[in-house]
């Protein structure tokens, strides 16, 4: 009979493309991944992998196998959920990706409710890159993900994950409190704070500005949004910061509207066959509370 760990191991080559990266994405060595698929392959009677470079590659019966197993992992995902639904009590653990800001705003707000409300409920929170964090959730690293997407940016919907609205976050220019900026090209000459290059922030940031007929003098770089506040507080820098940031509490900095009142979208997203499992329904309705403030 075919081991169902073994099984996982083959539906992560799949999705991960590497040895390395299985391995690492697992807690296992290199050498034990490619133990265990060697003993997959000789269970199954047929050879599950090739070589491609530094990559494996699938072999039609290891495609065949690893879309299967994906399929069965599922059933036992489905069969698990359907369990906690038949019980009283929301017990278990829920690992949750969060983007920056919102592990800021958001997530000791939503923890403090759990707590209260769900006192046997584990919630593990780690922070993730919206992209990487969906990505992670589809390979079952996470139950969770909290994730934005920027107007004029879409994310890829997979077909395995579900998207849940939680809030519109308005997207604003900050700038120093005694500054007499009052639009978007009023900061043409002024350094701006952004976040780090090919992210979706940064693009969005730099296309704003240049439709407004300016490349901006991007002087500081990062991707901790703090840092953003600190130096636009400090009169040090000027930068477009959502809403988010500031989780219900006065700015200690002046907001300015941008043309078109642009805001970005955020969500949550779990796989369908375990999103009615009473703990994740929980957090997503923790979540959903704790960004109430930014319901208009």
Excluded at 24 to 35: H, R, T
Excluded at 42 to 58: C, D, H, I, M, N
Excluded at 142 to 160: C, M
Excluded at 230 to 235: A, M, T
């Amino acid at each position: 009979m075919l081991d169902m760990r073994r099984l996982r191991l083959l539906r992560e080559v799949q999705l991960r493309g590497t040895l390395a990266e299985v391995a690492e994405a697992l807690a296992f060595s290199p050498s034990s991944v490619s133990q265990q698929l060697a003993q997959l392959e000789r269970e199954a009677g047929v050879k599950l992998l090739q070589k491609s470079g530094r990559r494996v590659q699938l072999t039609p019966q290891g495609e065949l196998l690893a879309t299967r197993a994906a399929e069965l992992l599922d059933g036992l995902e489905r069969v698990e959920a359907e369990l906690a639904t038949s019980l009283d009590a929301v017990i278990g653990t829920v690992r949750v990706a969060v983007f920056q800001s919102a592990a800021h705003a958001v997530i000791p707000e939503a923890l403090s409710i759990l707590r209260s409300e769900h006192p046997d409920l584990r919630v593990e929170i780690v922070e993730r890159e919206p992209e990487a964090g969906l990505f992670d959730l589809a390979a079952r690293d996470f139950d969770l993900v909290l994730a934005e997407q920027y107007p004029g940016h879409t994310r890829p919907h997979l077909p395995d994950l579900d998207r849940e609205f939680l809030a519109t976050d308005a997207l604003r220019l900050a700038v120093p409190a005694a500054s007499a900026v009052s639009s978007v090209t009023d900061a043409a000459h002024l350094p701006f704070v952004m976040e780090p290059e090919g992210t979706v922030a940064r693009l969005w940031s730099t296309q704003l500005c240049r439709a407004a007929g300016f490349e901006p003098d991007v002087r500081f770089e990062t991707a901790d949004l703090i840092a953003h506040i600190r130096l636009i507080e400090s009169g040090n820098a000027v930068g477009l910061l959502p809403d988010l940031v500031w989780a219900g509490r006065e700015p200690a900095l002046r907001l300015v509207d941008l043309p078109g009142m642009p805001s970005r979208t955020v969500f949550t997203s779990a796989r369908r066959v375990s999103a009615a499992r009473p703990a994740v329904t929980a957090v997503r309705g923790a979540l959903a509370r704790a960004t109430g403030f930014l319901t208009p």
